[in-house]
């Protein structure tokens, strides 16, 4: 079970935001991914085996982490990065509930 | 360039059995290495992991489904199908396809497909 904290973070444009994702085991596989998802859209993949950008990502995200705890950081958040993140371990694994990042 | 669209019905009534066709381009599900999936969204809430189905046939399946749930591929006609026994309006809800690489995981969807299941 994927565990993301928190379920919204309210901040502006230009501050940075960081999204946890916890795991209720120790992850010994580095399978561990981030998807982007804006209202009325698909999703997108933006980081793979936990810190791997997708072809096209910005590199103003960016991934990190082991075990049990992982991180996804926006460096300086963009007006077009407000949108619902989610993060997932492997292929057939559970997402986890949901990051917000609302404008403030 | 991959693209892949969902297809199927848009209303099924409760106890009904729910078929939606996953057609898609640019790749071959033949491919080492690569699967496609249904992935699906209730208004308003989190993605879930329906099914998953890799080039050499291997399957997966949510825990919570797996008694409702199946899926096959089509490798000529560049098709996934997703079955969905027994559907309650629980079941409402956004399904999309998805193209996976192992390790990379899911990195083009379709458009997603809203289903309602109502009497």
């Known amino acids: 079970v994927l565990t993301q904290s928190p379920g919204t973070l309210s901040l502006s444009a230009g501050e940075r935001a960081t999204l946890s994702c916890r795991a209720s085991?120790?992850?010994?596989?580095?399978?561990l991914a981030w998807y982007q998802q804006k209202p009325g859209q698909a999703p997108r993949l933006l980081i793979y085996?936990?810190?791997r950008r997708a072809t096209g990502i910005p590199d103003r995200f960016s991934g990190s982490g082991s075990g049990t705890d992982f991180t996804l950081t926006i460096s300086r958040l963009e007006p077009e990065d407000f949108a619902v993140y989610y993060c997932q371990l492997s292929g057939s694994s559970p997402f986890g509930g949901g990051t917000k990042v609302e404008i403030k | 360039q991959i693209t892949l669209k969902e297809s199927g019905p848009t209303l099924v009534k409760p106890t009904q059995t729910l078929t939606l066709t996953c057609n898609f381009s640019g790749f071959s599900l033949s491919t080492s290495g690569v699967g496609v999936a249904w992935i699906r969204q209730p208004p308003g809430k989190a993605l879930e992991f329906l099914a998953l189905?890799?080039?050499?046939?291997?399957?997966r399946y949510s825990r919570s489904l797996r008694r409702r749930v199946a899926v096959m591929k089509d490798i000529p006609k560049n098709q996934v199908v997703l079955t969905l026994t027994n559907v309650d309006p629980a079941d409402t809800g956004t399904y999309f396809c998805?193209?996976?690489?192992?390790?990379?995981?899911?990195?083009?969807w379709g458009q997603g497909i809203f289903v309602t299941v109502s009497s």
């Open positions: 189905v890799y080039w050499d046939d291997d399957k």
């Open positions: 085991q120790s992850l010994s596989t580095a399978a």
């Open positions: 998805t193209h996976r690489v192992d390790t990379v995981g899911y990195d083009s």
């Open positions: 085996a936990v810190s």
